[in-house]
């Protein structure tokens, strides 16, 4: 998807469709600790984080759309501007639930799919967003599929393009 989707009280977009924000609170834990890769404007994670208000939100981006994140962001939500890889070695806590959806190049996808199992509980779910199938499904991009064919990890698609490991 080029560019996102306005919704009503949320400044910018999200990247998400409906349908795939509602399969993903459906993934959420109600309390405990979320890692959202990749948040951007917050959109996505600010409508979760109000589904789930007993949750708090680590959201990870390498260059976020800090004023317009800044504005989605609920009580629930912190910034962690920097890479899976910066947080990985800082952090202390394990994450309940961690959602991939930063660079969708094949080997961002498989060092954000690295960091999360390692900061991941046992039984955590582990998702993310943007699998297609094909070329013509996004305008090209494949690499999240490659990725996750690659990383032999055992996946399946949820809703759209949202997957989750099994
Ligand atoms: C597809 S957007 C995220 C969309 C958001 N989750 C939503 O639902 O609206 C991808 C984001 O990943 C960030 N990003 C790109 N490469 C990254 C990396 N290596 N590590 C962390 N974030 C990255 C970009 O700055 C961008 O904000």
Do not use: Q
Not at 30 to 37: Q, R
Not at 56 to 74: G, M, Q, V
Not at 128 to 146: P, Q, S
């Amino acid at each position: 998807m080029v560019g996102g989707r306005d919704i009503k009280g949320y400044d910018g977009f999200s990247k998400m469709r409906d349908s795939e924000i509602k399969a993903w609170i459906n993934l959420l834990p109600n309390t405990g600790t979320v890692l959202e890769i990749g948040t951007l404007m917050g959109v996505s994670c600010g409508i979760a984080s109000k589904a789930k208000p007993n949750l708090k939100f680590i959201c990870l981006d390498i260059s976020p759309a800090y004023f317009e994140w800044k504005r989605n962001r609920t009580p629930n939500m912190n910034l962690f501007v920097g890479t899976s890889i910066n947080l990985a070695e800082i952090v202390e806590e394990k994450f309940d639930h961690i959602y991939i959806d930063g660079s969708h190049l094949k080997e961002w996808v498989l060092i954000d799919l690295e960091c999360a199992l390692k900061m991941i509980k046992p039984n955590g779910i582990i998702c993310g967003h943007d699998y297609y199938e094909n070329k013509k499904a996004n305008e090209g991009n494949i690499f999240v599929r490659e990725a996750l064919i690659e990383s032999g990890k055992p996946f399946e698609i949820v809703s759209g393009s949202l997957w989750k490991l099994k």
